[in-house]
């Protein structure tokens, strides 16, 4: 009862408001994504029997589960229902660190007075209530760091609840695939086959010397985690690290008007983000995905951050004719990182540019038209390619 690190995942999020909002689906398998050509944003637990995963391929997820009824993602939708779910955790506690939309990191120390209850009950409080006004249901993972608490949420889904104690975390550790650790990727865990490290129990055979030396500084990481050892405090403010948008296309393509068009549409949905969080970034980032899957990325730094969406687009496209005739591609994508507030953001004027400016206080007046009358009240010719 006196654990308080938590971490709640709801339980197949988009599928399961897609089902709540229309009940034909409730006894169908159901998955979110983006056309054939596209992949699987998430699936319902019906379609993951068939096999079905997130980030699969629309294809394959149809061959594995030709049945399903597939849906088109609604971000605004899912994002509304994500503020309800956080509203009811900021009533639990300040400290919340959110992942995603439907998954976050809760510290309950010293919540227990305020609320009468220890945070076990709290947390069964907060996915009743979700059930009950929301229509959706959670799995909670309760430990005492984050590590754990991320591992116990993800035991017993869906509509789990998980603890991990300190006394029996040695134990329960002991004969776990080291898989289970959080961010250990398929090359990590390649590096990790190849030195005979399978569980946790092969990973406390390795002194830490010898896990630096082999991975770096994963092997600290490492060391530390294979004892359950997670001194990361959950914090309410975690920056934003990068913002970006990307699109497949239906047939692939090496059309340059084509890509132009959708680098527009690209770059004002990345800087309609960070204008809305009054960031800007230093750096720009263009990646495209050939028809064989492989990846190119390229990436400029700018000479001070920009939240302009002309701005990105004059920058990606210079990237793009960079990378030349390279195609057919299935994917673009564009982003912004190095992140910072915008008051730092597009003081300068461009001297090889004299019509930036302009081009800036068109874009400021697109974008108070567009607030006010809604996103297609007004578009660049470009976009429409």
């Keep these: 009862m006196d654990l308080s690190i938590a971490h709640m995942d709801c339980d ?20 979110i994504g983006g056309g054939r050509r596209g992949v699987v944003s998430t699936a319902c637990y019906i379609a993951r029997i068939k096999g079905v995963r997130s980030a699969m391929p629309m294809f394959q997820a149809l061959r594995l589960c030709p049945e399903a009824v597939v849906i088109k993602p609604r971000g605004s939708v899912y994002t509304e229902v994500s503020r309800q779910i956080r509203a009811m955790m900021d009533e639990m506690t300040p400290i919340v660190e959110p992942l995603s939309l439907d998954e976050a990191f809760m510290d309950l120390s010293g919540t227990a007075k305020l609320h009468g209850a220890p945070p076990a009950v709290m947390l069964a409080r907060l996915v009743k209530r979700m ?9 909670i993972g309760l430990s005492h760091n984050k590590f754990l608490a991320k591992i116990a949420s993800d035991l017993d889904k869906p509509r789990g609840f998980s603890v991990i104690g300190k006394a029996e975390t040695a134990d329960f550790l002991r004969d776990k695939p080291v898989r289970m ?35 770096g500084s994963m092997g600290t990481r490492l060391y530390h985690l294979a004892r359950g ?55 720009v980032v263009l990646k495209l995905k050939r028809a064989n899957h492989s990846l190119i990325s390229r990436r400029v730094s700018l000479r001070e ?37 915008a008051g730092k953001a597009d003081l300068t004027p461009d001297l090889l540019d004299p019509n930036a400016a302009k081009r800036d206080r068109a874009e400021r007046a697109s974008d108070a038209i567009r607030e006010k009358f809604g996103k297609d009240a007004i578009r660049k010719g470009r976009s429409l390619r």
């Design 12 to 31: 197949a999020f988009y599928a399961s408001v897609e089902k709540r909002d229309n009940p034909e689906l409730v006894d169908k398998p159901v998955i």
């Design 181 to 215: 650790i959080w961010g250990v990727g398929t090359a990590a865990q390649a590096g990790l086959d190849r030195a005979g490290i399978h569980t946790f129990a092969d990973l406390l055979r390795w002194d830490k010397t010898d896990l630096q030396a082999r991975f």
């Design 229 to 283: 050892e997670d001194r990361r405090r959950v914090s309410a403010r975690t920056p934003i690290k990068s913002i970006s948008n990307e699109t497949t296309f239906f047939e692939d393509t090496a059309s340059v008007d084509l890509l132009d068009g959708h680098l527009w549409r690209l770059a004002e949905k990345v800087t309609d983000r960070a204008k809305a969080r009054d960031l800007a970034g230093r750096v």
């Design 131 to 139: 059930q009950d006004e929301l229509g959706l249901t959670g799995s």
């Design 305 to 341: 951050p920009t939240q302009m969406a002309d701005r990105l687009y004059r920058t990606a496209r210079g990237l793009l004719d960079q990378v030349g005739n390279e195609g057919p591609y299935r994917l673009i994508g564009v982003g912004l990182s190095e992140l910072t507030p």
